[in-house]
Structure formats: structure tokens, C-alpha cells
């Protein structure tokens, strides 16, 4: 009974591979984000869907593709992984117009 | 732009002590004020927020935190801490919009470390 659930909870691969991070919300929120966060605690938002559609793109590289097949999963795909892609990656969801996020427990990336 | 600062990277303290974790934000325009908290290995928790009203605000766990408009400031206290409440602290801001969305930024974080 999860609220926000991702998988894998740890993802290590070698530099230039493809991955994928997805991630489930079983609130009914019609938003969901991914935030990264670096080495250093640094938190910091990647992209945020409202109901299927692209709401907020942050300077990401576009090595990285969020898709939202429907409002209740939001996946992060990652092209040719590279070492600083090397972080912890969150995924949140909120209700429509309220200001509180539901975090997941993270990804944790680590890029050799 | 809105900026979040924690001036505090690390704060050791002993239980039962007081505590309190400085947060400090800019801003022209009204902004919403939130604690984050982050236990080891987990996703982060909601402690309190600050949308509008009373300026002392309580939070789960113990927590209250006080806005000061003036000193633009949303400073975290608790009276007296457990060794359970070992964890990273953020404070954060959203500029309402009422969008669709909320885009949170977030400090750089306090890790509260309770020793016995």
C-alpha cells in the first residue's frame, strides 16, 4: 500500500548504457516530479507532469526523457549514462493545487 | 529568483537538548514556506509548512518553526531532541501561482545529529 513507489531502488551500470527509473502513485494526485538529488544533498527539480502533460522542464540534459503514460506513473529514462549522472533520483506526486509533496523512498544511481 | 539558504550544514547536539535549524529565504514576491526532513536511506517527510496567518507554525514530531517576514527568515525548533530525530533537514519554498504544479527548491540541508 505504497504511496509513491519506485523501482529500482539501486541501478549500477557502466558509463553509455540506457536505463530506466519508473515510478507509481496510487493517491490519485494528478502531478508527479522527479527531483535530483547530487553527492552533496542537493536538491533540485528535473521535470513535473500535471496529467499527462509536461508542466515544468528544468535544465536537464536531453539525454534524460520523462514519459507519463498515464497520471498515476511518471518513468525517467536516461540515454548514454554518464558519471555525473551519478546521484540519488526522487519521484513526488501532489494533488492538483495543493502545495504538499509525497515523496518515494529514491533511486540510487550509480554510474561506473 | 527565489533562493533557499541553510547557513548550518551540520548541527550536533545532546539528547534533550534544544535545538533550532536556520533557514533563510529570497524572494520578491510571497512565497510558501515547508520543513522536509529526510531519514537515513529514506525518501523525504513533510514536517510543517507555512502557507499564510500565524506566524509560529507545529509540525509533526515536536517540530515548530516561526516566520519572520522581516528578517525573511523560517527558522526549525524543537525543545528537546531524541536520538530518533537523527536525520537531514530541508527547508523549502514555492512560489503560488495557482498552477497546476509546485515547484519546490529546496535548501542545501542540515544534518541534525543527536548524540546520547
Known amino acids: 500500500d505504497t504511496a509513491v513507489s519506485q523501482t529500482p531502488k539501486y541501478l549500477v551500470t557502466q558509463m553509455g548504457n540506457d536505463k530506466s527509473i519508473k515510478c507509481e502513485q496510487n493517491l490519485g494526485h494528478d502531478t508527479m516530479y522527479w527531483y535530483k538529488q547530487d553527492s552533496k544533498k542537493f536538491l533540485k527539480i528535473m521535470f513535473s507532469y500535471n496529467n499527462k502533460e509536461l508542466i515544468i522542464n528544468e535544465t536537464v540534459p536531453n539525454r534524460f526523457s520523462p514519459k507519463s503514460p498515464d497520471k498515476a506513473h511518471l518513468n525517467l529514462h536516461i540515454n548514454s549514462l554518464e558519471l555525473g549522472d551519478s546521484a540519488v533520483y526522487f519521484c513526488?506526486?501532489?494533488?492538483?493545487?495543493?502545495?504538499?509533496?509525497?515523496f518515494g523512498s529514491g533511486t540510487q544511481l550509480s554510474v561506473l | 529568483a527565489q533562493s533557499v539558504t541553510q547557513l548550518d550544514s551540520q548541527v550536533p547536539v545532546f539528547e534533550e537538548a534544544p535545538v533550532e535549524l536556520r533557514c533563510n529565504y529570497s524572494?520578491?514576491?510571497?512565497?510558501?514556506l515547508f520543513w522536509y526532513v529526510q531519514y537515513p536511506n529514506q525518501g523525504l517527510q513533510l514536517l510543517l509548512k507555512y502557507l499564510s496567518g500565524s506566524t509560529l507554525v507545529k509540525g509533526i514530531n515536536g517540530f515548530e518553526a516561526e516566520f519572520n517576514k522581516s528578517q525573511t527568515s523560517f527558522h526549525l525548533r524543537k525543545p528537546s531532541v531524541h536520538i530518533s530525530d537523527t536525520a537531514e533537514y530541508f527547508c523549502?519554498?514555492?512560489?503560488?501561482?495557482?498552477?497546476?504544479?509546485?515547484?519546490?527548491?529546496f535548501g542545501t540541508g542540515t544534518l541534525l545529529a543527536v548524540q546520547p
Open positions: 513526488a506526486s501532489s494533488p492538483r493545487g495543493n502545495e504538499k509533496l509525497f
Open positions: 523549502a519554498v514555492i512560489v503560488p501561482d495557482g498552477g497546476a504544479t509546485n515547484k519546490l527548491i
Open positions: 524572494s520578491s514576491v510571497s512565497v510558501y
